[in-house]
């Protein structure tokens, strides 16, 4: 156990306290399946007797309703939007996360600040000052990225959701072609998922396998994130609320 | 990042905001709370209109996109000194891109009643690295003036609590714990934040006006110093509405009060 790594420094009211938990993030575009692997994954670790906390994009109880809110709306610059998602996070990542760190439990995150940022990217905004605001960022024990090719994603979302009007960036694409346009935009987001994955060090996993392939791929780097991990369950002074104040909460946020 | 600079290199490096290349001025006011900055600035607002030139006011934390929801934090305490900047940064942005760059473009005189420098020092009292402020904020437009409203700290204390009979759980820094009394813990915030604004005027060159001048004496200085920097902000011609006011001596005080309505819907 070491102190708590963040990409810039570390932000005010996080005491400088090495971490017995782990965080592992998923990430990944829509529609690559992320929500099976994690409710996968979550059931795999629960029954071995971890305790696992799940959050994703949106569940703060301070951001949430004002991004779906202004989501609504047609005048939305990228970086409002961006300043609203990093709220959005950093509000998850000390109410949900960090709780759960603390309290040696697993976090289990369906995408943490990259697809923030790619999405951010393609919509123009700078690299280096997305870089800096995350600085705040706790670094994850380890980031899955499922990646996948367009071609591949294509029958399986006009399959289940259609076509979203985000996830097609119509926000700043061109012309009414939701088909092209979802073409085009997932190209570019896929691309810079990519290079993300190169600069900060992503164990890849294709997205396009099998799910049970997959999750045996995810299985095998969750395990060597967890190694030397003590199962919380067996283990009185862990779970005692009054040494760790945060699980109630991240325990009534798991069910929610 | 792991590829992102390194924070200690930069530290005591001032860094400029992104030059105002537009053919607007953004005058801004800043001070604490009780420096008499707001009334010098809906002053000259009333002094620029009258003057023909096209206003467009903004002031802090009012963005229709993001209020909502920095209230909610509010209201049920959820503001952590991060997410308490973030969700500021979100309104400033918000207001930027759809009030003040706009208005820029057009040539208008957009007057900010409170500016990036109001997170700097605030969100540096509540902890926050002051680099990582910096860059936060660096996609906002220099002022083409920037005022500080210097107060002694007793005076401004003295008008806030005379005129509320209860400071909020922000507005009070009670979020620092500095004292369990609102009214001790207010005057030690505000004490703090203006050690910030004090070195904020020096390293942005902010224009201070001492505030225990007679209001008129304060706002004839205000006009001689943004005087200059008006040419080349666009005037309206004299319009209908214009006429009708000098033909009946009326100073259109609620027609102003309607646009404003409009511009910043409550």
């Known amino acids: ?256 | 990042m792991s590829s992102a600079r390194n924070y200690d290199s930069n530290k005591g490096v001032s860094m400029a905001l992104r030059p105002n290349n537009y053919p607007g001025k953004l005058l801004i006011v800043e001070g604490i709370d009780g420096s008499g900055k707001s009334t010098q600035l809906d002053l000259l607002h009333k002094w620029l209109v009258s003057e023909g030139y096209l206003v467009v006011f903004t002031e802090w934390n009012s963005s229709p996109i993001v209020r909502a929801t920095t209230r909610r934090g509010k209201q049920r305490r959820l503001l952590t000194p991060v997410s308490f900047s973030l969700i500021h940064a979100a309104d400033f942005a918000s207001r930027l891109y759809m009030q003040v760059i706009p208005a820029l473009q057009a040539g208008a005189v957009v007057l900010a009643d409170r500016y990036v420098y109001t997170a700097f020092a605030r969100d540096r009292v509540r902890g926050l690295d002051r680099e990582w402020l910096r860059r936060l904020y660096a996609f906002a437009v220099e002022p083409t003036v920037a005022f500080y409203f210097d107060v002694p700290l007793d005076e401004a204390i003295t008008r806030i609590l005379e005129g509320r009979p209860s400071l909020k759980f922000y507005e009070a820094g009670m979020d620092l714990a500095l004292s369990r009394i609102p009214s001790e813990s207010f005057r030690l915030f505000q004490g703090l934040i203006q050690n910030e604004y004090d070195h904020l005027a020096n390293e942005y060159n902010m224009v201070r006006i001492d505030a225990t001048l007679q209001l008129i004496d304060q706002q004839q200085l205000v006009r001689q110093i943004v005087g200059p920097y008006l040419e080349g902000a666009i005037r309206l011609e004299k319009t209908e509405i214009q006429d009708a006011l000098m033909a009946h001596r009326l100073g259109g005080r609620y027609l102003e009060d309607m646009r404003l309505r409009q511009r910043s819907p409550k």
Do not use: C
Request: glycine share 10%; net charge negative.
């Open chain 1, 1 to 256: 156990m070491s102190a708590p790594k963040f990409y810039g420094i570390r932000p005010p009211g996080i005491p400088n306290e090495p971490l017995p938990g782990r965080l592992i993030v998923i990430e990944g575009t829509d529609g690559v399946g992320r929500s099976t692997q994690i409710a996968l994954l979550r059931e795999w670790l629960e029954s071995r007797g971890y305790a696992v906390v799940h959050t994703g994009f949106r569940r703060s109880d301070l951001a949430s309703q004002g991004i779906q809110r202004a989501k609504r709306g047609h005048t939305l610059d990228p970086l409002t939007l961006s300043l609203f998602y990093a709220t959005d996070f950093w509000d998850r990542l000390e109410r949900h996360i960090l709780p759960a760190l603390r309290a040696g439990m697993i976090a289990m995150v369906d995408r943490y600040i990259f697809s923030l940022v790619a999405r951010a990217i393609l919509r123009g905004v700078p690299r280096d000052w997305l870089e800096d605001v995350y600085g705040i960022a706790l670094v994850p024990d380890r980031v899955f990225y499922l990646d996948i090719s367009v071609e591949q994603l294509l029958p399986r979302i006009i399959n289940t959701t259609g076509l979203d009007y985000w996830e097609s960036g119509q926000d700043y694409l061109r012309g009414p072609d939701l088909y092209n346009n979802y073409i085009e935009y997932q190209r570019a987001l896929l691309a810079e998922y990519r290079s993300l994955a190169e600069e900060f060090g992503f164990q890849v996993i294709d997205g396009g396998q099998p799910i049970g392939t997959v999750f045996n791929a995810l299985q095998a780097g969750v395990e060597e994130v967890i190694a030397g991990m003590t199962p919380p369950k067996g283990d009185e002074t862990k779970l005692n609320p009054e040494d760790s104040p945060g699980v109630e909460d991240s325990a009534r946020i798991d069910l929610a």
